[in-house]
């Protein structure tokens, strides 16, 4: 059982100096995403799973394409939802998320709520929520008790979810029974169009993820790495 994660190409946050709220990907970020697909080509998912959002799908375009696949996208995969920016200067984003990098750790876990963001401890709830949904549906169920160990009804299992750092560092952590921080996108270095791999490993009673790789951008040049 493995399950790749994927985080989107660099995305046009930023457009004649004016927020974008939800981009397209960069020239660089369209190259990002068909380097990766490049990358898994050769390798057999059971299933590709992309965010609706406009810079996952557009990254996951070419993995389809690659793998013959139509396009599958899941809504549990959406990224924290920000404040509304479209259209405003860029500096009143930078300022917003300046100032919650400034608060002390406990405050953060309302993160911009007070702009009409999504709450952190809201997001990361969603997200466990909707990935333990997610892998319940195919027989991967947590076992009652203090440790991370799961029920795997089918080992053999691969499955590739294209989506976001933060939606994706709130996965790794789920799966690995970490306690959730309100920074989970900060928590585990992921640049775009990275690949991150979890392997579920057999114990006595069950299985515990492993994470086998992180962040993978070997498959970009050193002037594609973006974070």
Same mark, same amino acid.
């Given at each position: 059982?493995? %399950?790749?994660?994927?985080?989107?190409?660099?995305?046009?946050?930023?457009?004649?100096?004016? /927020? %974008?709220?939800?981009?397209?990907?960069?020239?660089?970020?369209?190259?990002?995403?068909?380097?990766?697909? *490049?990358?898994?080509?050769?390798?057999?998912?059971?299933?590709?799973?992309?965010?609706?959002?406009?810079?996952?799908?557009?990254? =996951?375009?070419?993995? !389809?394409?690659?793998?013959?696949?139509?396009?599958?996208?899941?809504?549990?995969?959406?990224? %924290?939802?920000?404040?509304?920016?479209?259209?405003?200067?860029?500096?009143?984003?930078? !300022?917003?998320? =300046?100032?919650?990098?400034?608060?002390?750790?406990?405050?953060?876990?309302?993160?911009?709520?007070?702009?009409?963001?999504?709450? /952190?401890? *809201?997001?990361?709830?969603?997200?466990?929520?909707?990935? @333990?949904?997610?892998?319940?549906?195919? @027989?991967?169920?947590?076992?009652?008790?203090?440790?991370?160990?799961?029920?795997?009804?089918?080992?053999?299992?691969?499955?590739?979810?294209?989506?976001?750092?933060?939606? /994706?560092?709130?996965?790794?952590?789920?799966?690995?029974?970490?306690?959730?921080?309100?920074?989970?996108? *900060?928590?585990?270095?992921?640049?775009?169009?990275?690949?991150?791999?979890?392997?579920?490993? +057999?114990?006595?009673?069950?299985?515990? !993820?492993?994470?086998?790789?992180?962040?993978?951008? +070997?498959?970009?040049?050193?002037?594609?790495?973006?974070?």
């Amino acid at each position: 059982m493995e %399950i790749v994660l994927v985080r989107h190409g660099e995305p046009e946050w930023v457009v004649d100096g004016l /927020n %974008i709220d939800h981009p397209r990907l960069t020239e660089r970020g369209r190259r990002q995403a068909a380097l990766m697909a *490049d990358a898994l080509a050769g390798e057999t998912f059971d299933e590709i799973i992309a965010s609706p959002l406009q810079r996952a799908r557009e990254t =996951a375009m070419p993995l !389809f394409a690659r793998h013959g696949r139509d396009e599958v996208v899941d809504d549990w995969l959406r990224e %924290i939802r920000s404040p509304v920016w479209q259209g405003t200067p860029r500096e009143k984003a930078d !300022f917003a998320f =300046a100032e919650e990098r400034r608060r002390p750790a406990h405050e953060r876990w309302n993160g911009l709520a007070e702009l009409g963001g999504e709450p /952190n401890r *809201d997001f990361i709830a969603r997200i466990r929520l909707g990935c @333990g949904g997610f892998l319940a549906e195919r @027989g991967i169920v947590p076992i009652v008790g203090e440790l991370p160990v799961w029920n795997v009804a089918m080992p053999d299992l691969r499955i590739c979810l294209v989506a976001h750092a933060g939606t /994706n560092s709130a996965v790794i952590s789920y799966l690995l029974g970490l306690q959730p921080t309100p920074w989970e996108w *900060d928590r585990f270095v992921l640049g775009h169009a990275s690949i991150t791999r979890l392997e579920a490993l +057999e114990l006595g009673d069950g299985y515990t !993820f492993a994470l086998s790789r992180l962040g993978d951008v +070997e498959h970009l040049a050193t002037d594609d790495r973006t974070r």
